[in-house]
């Protein structure tokens, strides 16, 4: 019987609701790199020992677990990031989120963990960071996936979220954290949504539930910074690589920002999924027919990993 406090307890289960008869495997690992800060990351492997051709890289207030179902639908090796401030990873002194200041700690990690080249999958934070990892360093980056995620997302917006991530109270229980979620129109699923709830937070000295990322436990009178996403489109017109953006229907990426996504990048290739923001969690086997597709058109897994009999590859 798996251990109830086992983080990777049900993904079993969850690899037979997604239809994957044969799911890769999960660890945890954490490095510490030279500027002093540990980063945790979630390793995918195979039985035969491939290496990990494909790095994920969760959005904001969320954590590396927001990809589990994606990465075991996909079915190839990987490693998923808790980014600095979230999850198990440490948090900032300077509370400095954005991805200009991130990307430091991000590709030194990658290194630690001896992942290759390969496609780099960011949502939300984590694609305008991924966008910065590929210019930055260019020899690590085969290919670029934005899920949910325009540099033209409006700023003010950006900035809204991180402070109702400040000012988040505490909850009773995970049903109040499922509650808060559905009123905020972060999904409708219920039982995904409690899954990640069970990731994001912790047991806090009061006996109340609190988030483990770093934003509502900053001191009196601090505020984060997520960094200007605009600053990414330099990054992204400057790219020599396949580009992928996945939007959900009903996500942040609106038809006007799709529009103009691809007028400033003709050669990217776009996805519409039937989703809110967090694609990952909520049309995780679209997500993953689309990025197995694009992958294989570009030749960006060698070879292509099957998925397992009843993986599906919708689009």
Known sequence: MADPDDEFADLAELASVSGVAEPLRASRQVVRTADGQETAAIRWDTADGREARITYLHGLGIDAHSFDATALA???PAVALDLPGHGRSAWREDADYGAAATAPTVLAALDALAVPPGIVVGHSLGAILAARLAAAAPERVTGLVLVDMSPDFAQRAVERIARALETEEPFADLEQVVD??????VGDDRTVLRREARHT?????????????HFPHLPAGRTSSVGRFADAWPDLEALDVPVLLVRGDRGYVSPKMHAQFTAR??????VTVAARHAVQNQAPRELAAAIRAWAGRHGLLHPIEEPSPGASDRR
């Open 74 to 76: 996909v079915g190839a």
């Open 180 to 185: 808060r979620a559905v009123a905020a129109r």
């Open 265 to 270: 990048l003709p050669d990217a290739e776009v």
């Open 201 to 213: 937070t912790v047991l806090g000295a009061d006996g109340r539930l609190v988030r483990r990322h």
